[in-house]
């Protein structure tokens, strides 16, 4: 009978663990890999083998009012397949212009919406080719490299050349 007591008494405890985490995880906080060479050299500078991925942390917050700045990075659902997620960092935001080469043209930011970069323009599928992204597609702004131990640190919010608005 002492066991079934502590056997309750055990999963009780990983259940409400297992709630807790899930809560922060959804809510506040989350850890996600970075994969791909579109973000080197801020993210994956040595290619894209899977033992070398970065793994970043995810701050939730921004979400609430969708309180954004250029040169976020920031982890987005694709808006061509909304299970795929992307990392990106935002250029412009909604009223800016910027200009889009292969359209050889300018392009105002619509509100609701912000325009993202790949670090690495060369392999990079971002707002050259989706367009404006609508902020509702963004699932969190990424603060730090958690993984691996020796590239730990803060992401800078930076702007490249090709990224800022006219």
């Known amino acids: 009978m002492g066991s079934g007591g502590f056997l309750w008494n055990l999963a009780k405890k990983y259940v409400t663990f297992g709630l807790v985490a899930v809560t922060i995880s959804d809510r506040y906080v989350s850890v996600s890999p970075v994969r791909g060479e ?20 995810v701050e939730k917050y921004c979400l609430e009012k969708y309180k954004f700045s250029r040169g976020d990075v920031v982890i987005f659902s694709s808006p061509t397949d909304h299970t795929r997620k992307i990392v990106k960092r935002i ?27 790949g670090d690495n ?19 969190g702004r990424v603060t730090h490299i ?21």
């Not at 412009?92 to 105002?108: I, S």
């Not at 392999?123 to 597609?137: A, K, Q, V």
């Not at 958690?146 to 006219?166: A, D, M």
């Open 38 to 57: 579109s973000m080197s050299p801020t993210f994956n500078p040595h290619g894209s083998k899977a033992l070398l991925d970065d793994y970043v942390l």
């Open 91 to 117: 250029m412009a935001l909604p009223g800016d212009w910027v200009g889009n080469p292969r359209a050889y043209d300018a392009v105002r930011v619509p509100e609701g919406h912000c325009w993202v970069l």
């Open 121 to 139: 323009s060369a392999s990079s599928l971002d707002s050259r080719t989706y367009g404006p992204i609508p902020l509702g597609l963004v699932c």
């Open 146 to 166: 958690v993984w691996p131990p020796q590239r730990v640190g803060k992401i800078e919010r930076t702007i490249t050349e090709v990224g800022v608005p006219f």
